[in-house]
């Protein structure tokens, strides 16, 4: 079974910074592309940011270019989500996603997702 734990959201002032942090068990983190999604209430589920399976590229979706970015840790099997220069429009549930093929900018191309966690950010 497959296990991603997200954790780090929270409420933030516009302007300021939130770190998310996605602990996943070693198979996953070792075989799987990962990824972070949102979705705002009445929103779909939008991509924010993915590794690439093979060779650890980064993407970012036009929205958080430049303020946002993954990182990963492979000694703790974890990824990570600096978010800097927060907008209210930032403000939604944030999920990590483990997938095993190559495409990774919609929701359905992952096979495995956390529970989510808030972030809300105030102007």
């Known amino acids: 079974q497959v296990q991603l734990v997200e954790s780090g959201g929270g409420l933030v002032q516009a302007g300021g910074s939130l770190r998310l942090s996605c602990a996943a068990s070693?198979?996953?983190?070792?075989?799987?592309?990962m990824g972070w999604f949102r979705q705002a209430p009445g929103k779909e589920r939008e991509f924010v940011a993915a590794?690439?399976?093979?060779?650890?590229?980064?993407y970012y979706d036009d929205s958080v270019k430049g303020r946002f970015t993954i990182s990963r840790d492979n000694a703790k099997n974890t990824v990570y989500l600096q978010m800097n220069s927060l907008k209210p429009e930032d403000t939604a549930v944030y999920y990590c996603?483990?997938?095993?093929?190559?495409?990774?900018?919609?929701?359905?191309?992952?096979?495995?997702w956390g529970q989510g966690t808030q972030v809300t950010v105030s102007s």
């Open positions: 070693e198979r996953t983190f070792s075989s799987y592309g």
């Open positions: 590794f690439s399976r093979i060779g650890g590229r980064t």
């Open positions: 996603a483990a997938r095993s093929g190559s495409y990774y900018l919609t929701a359905k191309d992952y096979n495995y």
